[in-house]
């Protein structure tokens, strides 16, 4: 069983910065992708951003120039940089990782951007 836990978000103004994290343990093989969805209220979760085991990174065009996402493969974490926020970016954040062929999501953690 693997076990992912997020943290890192938070209430932030317009403009602001937040940098979450995801550490991801237990059963870990090798880790085929790390990404973030995220879920805004009366919407579906939607893609962020992902990066696979070769360092490859992918994002959503909404947060291009703004978000970065990275890993550290000895901590088997990654972390999501959020520049320049907007209040189109209040959603709840769940990270996601696909190991052994299987994927698991952790429970989220809420980020809010107020006007």
């Known amino acids: 069983q693997v076990q992912l836990v997020e943290s890192g978000g938070g209430l932030v103004q317009a403009g602001g910065s937040l940098r979450l994290s995801c550490a991801a343990s237990?059963?870990?093989?090798?880790?085929?992708?790390m990404g973030w969805y995220r879920q805004a209220p009366g919407k579906q979760r939607e893609l962020v951003a992902t990066?696979?085991?070769?360092?490859?990174?992918n994002y959503a065009d909404s947060v291009k120039s703004r978000f970065t996402i990275s890993r550290d493969n000895a901590k088997n974490t990654v972390y999501l940089q959020m520049n320049s926020l907007e209040p189109e970016d209040t959603a709840v954040y769940y990270c996601?990782?696909?190991?052994?062929?299987?994927?698991?999501w952790g429970k989220g953690t809420l980020v809010t951007v107020s006007s």
């Open positions: 996601y990782m696909n190991t052994g062929g299987l994927g698991y």
């Open positions: 237990g059963s870990i093989f090798s880790i085929n992708h």
């Open positions: 990066i696979i085991s070769g360092g490859n990174t």
